[in-house]
């Protein structure tokens, strides 16, 4: 079966959803056209969904031959958000990875207008130095590929978030996932000019993976986000910031029941497109 007409979807408001990845068997039944070969998956998911985020790069940086051929299959529009190699952010001296990080950014800035926020995803339990931290988010680069590159900072190690790194975020300009999640640290203060969001709890019983009712509750806080605000529904460390300009806002569904993510990022959008 052909791959749908070549558009993008149009985020709204600058709010784009997603999907964590775009390789996974299940989604052959329920997301991908029957008969739709696996090579065309990807060429097929990023004219569904506004925005993908890349896991396979947390594991193993790819050429940069294999992010060009990713960028020549999606649509002008679509943007791909990516986790950064896991040698980088498990190393005992993270201030010391300064080549490792040149080169992965050198590499992936071959996706050139695809490339959305680069995700450095921090696990629990293993023992941050705040010092050595603080001066890896000053190495990380602003500007690849003469594009200007986006962080987002997942540190999953509850001992680590607090006032104290949520003030290091803010002032290296970098955005702190919101992880709707009762597995990592789920706070949603605003450290940047854009938001990040994981949701994390869709089920295997619902076609869409949330009630349409929860659904509607995220595209209020969506465009929320969106308009310079903070939602008051969800907690946070500190208290609200002023409020800001406009926001970029991407709102990734993650894990839990996964063979409904593409469903229920596809069901957001259209609320999100439907209503005020």
Do not use: C
């Not at 998911?45 to 790819?62: D, F, H, M, V």
């Amino acid at each position: 079966m052909d791959a749908p007409a070549d558009n993008a979807i149009t985020p709204v408001h600058g709010i784009r959803t997603g999907i964590g990845g775009w390789t996974y068997a299940p989604w052959r039944d329920n997301f991908y056209p029957k008969g739709l070969v696996q090579r065309r998956e990807l060429e097929y998911a990023s004219r569904k969904l506004a925005a993908i985020e890349i896991n396979g790069t947390y594991y193993r940086a790819q050429k940069p031959s294999t992010y060009a051929t990713w960028r020549d299959q999606t649509p002008q529009g679509f943007v791909f958000s990516a986790k950064a190699p896991m040698r980088i952010v498990m190393s005992r001296t993270l201030a010391k990875t300064g080549a490792q990080v040149e080169d992965f950014v050198g590499g992936i800035a071959e996706l050139g207008d695809r490339l959305g926020p680069l995700v450095w995803q921090f696990d629990h339990g293993t023992p941050r130095d705040r010092d050595d931290f603080a001066a890896f988010l000053a190495l990380l680069p602003r500007k690849a590929g003469g594009r200007t590159l986006r962080h987002v900072l997942d540190v999953r190690d509850p001992g680590f978030f607090d006032a104290g790194y949520i003030a290091l975020a803010r002032e290296h300009g970098m955005a702190t996932v919101f992880t709707d999640s009762d597995e990592y640290p789920s706070f949603a203060d605003v450290t940047s000019g854009f938001v990040y969001a994981r949701l994390m709890r869709s089920r295997a019983e619902l076609a869409t993976g949330y009630p349409r009712a929860e659904l509607a509750r995220w595209a209020a806080r969506a465009r929320e986000w969106a308009a310079g605000g903070e939602p008051d529904d969800l907690p946070r460390i500190g208290p609200a910031s002023a409020t800001a300009a406009r926001r970029d806002v991407f709102v990734f569904f993650i894990g839990a029941a996964k063979e409904r993510n593409p469903a229920a990022a596809m069901a957001l959008h259209a609320l999100l497109a439907t209503t005020p």
